[in-house]
């Protein structure tokens, strides 16, 4: 089946958060003068998940996002006296804006992928941080349609967040559009939960969870233009 529409995730599916985050967190804790260790980023990983999966869930808002995770890992930390997480926050976004690590081949992907369908990017990321790595990366001139959830009020799996999409998008047929994305929890089940095929793009070949439905499981992007052009 060929695609109007490829709605692709930013991170973890263009963007490589990990490397990004790494980098962020590292020249944060440097900025505070506080001593970095690979735990550090574990522990932050741990809480961070935690803080983007009550923000899925409808827990939490994007602002409290932004510092409970810090308060959470300033917590863990062994020293008497620590940084106010709003302040480590802040600056760690900025430092993240500036860190627009790309997946290895996937503005090539994107790129090709704009000669076969129409493309629109859909993340829950927040928003100065997304539109300054598409801005510095350059992605952002090869889609039509970016739709923030931060801005929205609303977030993936959140049929409401696929409604602003698909307006945006001219209200086209769910059938013509594909998911694209790296997450179970917000893509593929916000694309389950809207009627739209989905396409989990899994390079660590994570379990797959049988109550969500996938139409497409891939490991490598390029099988993405495959996909459009119908030859899968």
């Known amino acids: 089946m060929r695609y109007d529409w490829l709605l692709f995730d930013a991170d ?3 963007f490589d958060y990990d490397a990004a985050e790494q980098s962020a967190l590292q020249r944060t804790f440097e900025q505070f003068a506080l001593p970095y260790t690979p735990r550090v980023l574990a522990d932050y990983r741990v809480v961070n998940d935690l803080a983007w999966r009550a923000l899925e869930e409808g827990r939490a808002t994007p ?9 959470s890992l300033m917590a863990t930390l062994p020293f008497p006296e620590t940084p106010d997480p709003a302040a480590v926050s802040a600056q760690y976004l900025l430092n993240l804006g500036d860190s ?11 790129r090709e992928a704009r000669d076969l369908a129409r493309l629109a990017l859909i993340t829950n990321g927040l928003s100065a941080v997304q539109r300054s790595r ?5 992605m952002d001139q090869y889609f039509e349609v970016l739709v923030i959830s931060e801005e929205e009020g609303v977030a993936k799996p959140d ?7 698909f307006e945006r998008m001219g209200r086209p047929p769910r059938e013509s559009a594909l998911v694209i994305g790296d997450s179970l929890t917000s893509d593929m089940r916000g694309a389950n939960l809207y009627g739209v095929d989905a396409c989990w793009y899994n390079p660590k070949h994570k379990e797959r969870d049988p109550a969500v439905t996938l139409q497409y499981e891939i490991d490598d992007l390029r099988e993405v233009l495959a996909i459009a052009e119908g030859q899968r």
């Open 63 to 71: 602002d409290q996002v932004k510092v409970d995770r810090f308060a």
């Open 159 to 165: 049929p409401g967040y696929f409604d602003i999409v």
């Open 134 to 138: 598409l801005q510095k990366s350059g």
């Open 12 to 14: 973890g599916t263009l």
């Open 100 to 110: 627009p690590h790309m997946i290895a081949g996937a503005e090539d992907v994107v």
